[in-house]
């Protein structure tokens, strides 16, 4: 699900490409934003609980640890990419993409997500964290990006379709959480639009 609302086989790219400030530049943001490790283990995990606890903009129940959270790391940057945004200090949001489908023929085809604390919802910075995870995903060889909106939530409705993402369906009381029934809209991104029949280049 999606908000705004898995080392060896790092993404090889530096926190500057990631979208980390220029100093003195003019325009230079007040966030840096680059790969995670575990040990952003803690901060995305208190990031992500009270999505958790008291919405159903992720289906889950049960808020991860920061143990559970360091494997999710782990696991989404093996193949995929995981960032976080930092700011004075401070882990502020995180975005990260996982597996569509374990079956091997979907390995092209990522789910893509964006978590921001509290505080930050609506601040740019969910776009921002997208800004640097697309293109890092499209590096690694992904040719679709799908996105998971527990509905209503227009706020990420926007930021998915201001990045071209184009709805594909929604399934209508799929979930059920904090005592209602919720709808999931999916859409989706082609990273890589073209008429390519061939079989794409292993992922990087």
Known sequence: MTSESGPARSTGKS???????TGAEPGAQPWRIRSASAEDAAACAEIYAPYVR??????????????QMARRIE???????WLVLE?????AGFAYAGAFNPREAYRFTCEVSVYLAPD???SGRGRAL???????LRERGLRRAIALVAQ????SDRLHASFGFTPVGTFTKVGWKLGAWHDVAWSELDMAPD???REPPPLR
């Open 15 to 21: 926190a500057a490409h990631l979208g980390a400030p």
């Open 54 to 67: 008291t919405t159903a903009i992720t289906f889950e129940t049960e808020p991860p640890d920061a143990a």
């Open 75 to 81: 696991s989404a940057s093996e193949r995929y990419v």
């Open 87 to 91: 700011e004075e200090g401070r882990v």
């Open 120 to 122: 930050q919802r609506g």
């Open 130 to 136: 997208y800004e640097a995870l697309l293109p890092a």
């Open 152 to 155: 209503p939530n227009p706020a």
């Open 195 to 197: 008429d390519d029949t």
